[in-house]
């Protein structure tokens, strides 16, 4: 379902969009939105972005430009959730408040990560399948496991990558 209140831009490609669930958030021109997606109100997404299927984007989480989301990544926006208030009533909004996440441009997101709040993922970083990003990620670096830790530089690799392919 895609609400009224959500704003696309320009070319937008939601393949399946009665199989969403898109409600107050902002998705940037040419970006792509696949299959069981949840973006929150408050959440925006960039402009030339892959969100693959089964990715949750909770409110307060900002991707910018031209960052790929593995299928099933977490986000999260409270550092202790929790279902009651101190007196045992539910909780609404008025409990907590949002804790805002950042994804800079060009990040990838490899799938089954869990994005903790209040943190940012650096320009150009590359985060592991299946990591815990439990801190800041500094531009271009590669992390992973659980808590995830820096493992490479994307640039060393695409050097590296450069060179093999080039002695072939």
């Not at 972005?49 to 790929?68: A, N, P, Q």
């Not at 997101?109 to 299946?130: F, K, P, R």
Request: charged residues 20%; proline residues 3%.
């Amino acid at each position: 379902m895609i609400k009224e209140n959500v704003i696309l831009g320009e070319g937008v490609a939601i393949y399946h969009p009665e199989l969403v669930n898109l409600y107050g958030c902002i998705i940037g021109e040419n970006s792509r939105i696949g299959t069981f997606v949840e973006i929150q109100k408050g959440a925006s997404v960039g402009a030339r972005c892959k969100i693959s299927s089964h990715t949750f984007i909770c409110e307060g989480v900002d991707i910018e430009d031209g960052v790929f989301v593995g299928h099933g990544v977490m986000f999260t926006n409270d550092i202790y959730p929790k279902a009651v208030n101190p007196e045992g009533d539910l909780q609404t909004e008025a409990d907590w408040q949002v804790v805002k996440t950042r994804v800079k441009a060009r990040a990838s997101i490899g799938s089954n990560a869990t994005i903790l709040c209040g943190i940012t993922i650096g320009e150009g970083a590359l985060i592991g399948a299946g990591a815990v990003v439990t801190r800041d990620v500094p531009d271009y670096a590669i992390v992973a496991g659980v808590p995830a830790r820096v493992v490479g530089d994307v640039r060393m690799r695409e050097k590296e990558a450069a060179t093999v392919t080039s002695l072939a």
